[in-house]
């Protein structure tokens, strides 16, 4: 019988030898396998979730009330009719979350089928790779610490599985040396196997969906939700200390056309060059970015060089070659105080000035009054920065519901709105009356983590503001919303809006205790993605060159890493024989005995076991026939039997002592 079917504690015995499962090895399997389920409960589609839950407790009572496991042709038609479930839940069967979907529940399925120890192995081998499959999801320490929890989980039930006569101590301490055996060849992997840029697998595109950050286009209200997500957007590091929090404008999309509701790029001017003049001292940082799966990379106003593989464009927006899919470090120099030169030229300044005709009368005929009473462009931008600072508005992320005259009701009627409001309204003064003007996305602001220095900036400073050219200044920075209301430059979002209207992320941080605790688990957070997440090709490379290895091809990392194998494998064989041979004392005391015979001129054939030898020294030695087959069956007791306990070894050793033969 070659069955693995659970029973009730007890009733211990290895599978491989005919025995059944023992319910508590059972249940060191379940726990792994809820373990490598747990993380994606919150995202499965509900009904596979619980389908999975109740997949796991049947298998559970039937281990425990030792039921019949379910026959093929019921696993079938439920195998069949979970699949058309995943398939109609996901539209599709393949992808990120639809894999894993199907892992979950075909996981589960298999525990009802488990009957041989070879479904043991096949069961606990996905259960690992469904451990692993969380970090398609997240990198995070919390990640990786359940699954290395999951990971010996699994591994102690293996454990438990093949022997079943061990304590669950032992159990776990033999599956921590086995896991142990194994990090030498973990770290040598990380240091050494050639790092690729981007993912590891070819994710499928669902991989980069449901991220949250600026958008394409701006319209009422867009920004305002960015303002309840407490998620990174990327943090910073300074090389000195950081400039004040009312200069940390982080450049993003730029806007230069609307259609009366939104604002979105449309067909920006690409003849000026990137052109400015630095104004003060420069500020040296890296930029550690959260994916965003965009081209944008943000950058302190105004940035004077480049990342590797991206570009500038006239408007000073930094842009990637490629989507930014995955995590990404990179080092600039910004001028905080600057002089940007670089004007709309003469295709760029009807891109600067179009407005869509019959939006906003009220609004026009602000700008156009403002427009006959001042004496040049820079008298109208004071105009209307007075307009904003003396009109009583207010900052909140509750704006009333926008209609088709957007900027007039903002404007005129509400008087209340957001960043995105503000900017969008001055801009379209600022055509009206004739100034050439677009919109500018990005971040305002930050926060530093006293703990490991870096200015950590989050979806929640998302912010809008405006630039205006004059001719005597080129492009100029206006934020209107610090004109209405200066705080927001100054003291963030959460000095900036109603207490009333403070998300729930800014409340719980009144609380020193809870913000002391965010801090220290974000900066252990960075330090993860600094030093082990952030271990890229450039970072490889770099220690390569330290070792005289400049830029070394793939092929020489192959043949490196298979000689280091080589060795480690011969030197960990070499090192477990001669360990085992020393530290098996029944195996010592069974040769002592043998060499005492071999003196007598009683030799053991090689393939000779210990019974069939005993029975034949027993002949030859007659006087001592009986302690001869005494230390042969216990020796053979021990040796095969299912347990050797400790008493046992001991009392061999003695037998073997007192042996004369």
Known sequence: MNAVIATRPGTAARPAAGGPLAFEHLLLLVGGIALAIAPHLGRLPLWIAAMAVLLLSWRVWAAWRGATLPRRWLLVPLTLAIIAGVYLSHRTLFGRDAGVALLVVLLALKLLEMRALRDVVVTTVLAYFLALSAFFYSQQPSVALLSLCTVIALTTALVAIN????????????????????????????FLFPRVQGPLWGLPSDAYSGRTGLSDSMSPGAISMLAHSDEIAFRVKFDGEPPPREQLYWRGPVFWAYDGRTWYAGNAPREDAYRFEPLGEPVRYTVTLEPHSRHWLFGLEMPATLPPNAYATADYQLLSRTPVHTRLRYSLTSYPAFRAIGGPGLQGLPAALALPEGYNPRARALAAEW??????????VQRAITHFRTGGYQ????PPLAGEHAVDEFLFDSRAGFCEHYAGAFVFLMRAAGVPARVVTGYQGGEVNPVDGYLT???ADAHAWAEVWLPELGWLRVDPTAAAVPVRATGGLSAAVPAVERPQALIRLDSPWLRALRHNLEALSNYWNQWVLGYDVVRQRELFMRFGMPAPAWQDVAMTLFWIFSLAVLLLSLWLLRRARRADPV???????????????????PSEGPVAFAARAALARPQQAQAIVAIARLYAELRYGPHADRRGVKHLARMVQRFRP
């Open 371 to 380: 427009r006959r009473a001042a004496a040049s462009d820079a008298e109208v």
């Open 395 to 398: 900052y909140t992320l509750y």
């Open 163 to 190: 022997a079943p006569h061990l304590s669950l101590r032992k159990h776990l301490k033999t599956a921590g040396m086995l896991l142990a055996q194994g990090v030498p060849l973990m770290v040598i992997l990380f």
């Open 457 to 459: 900036v989050r979806q």
């Open 587 to 605: 195996q010592q005391a069974w040769s002592k005995f043998c060499r005492k015979l071999r003196k007598r001129g009683v030799f053991r054939r």
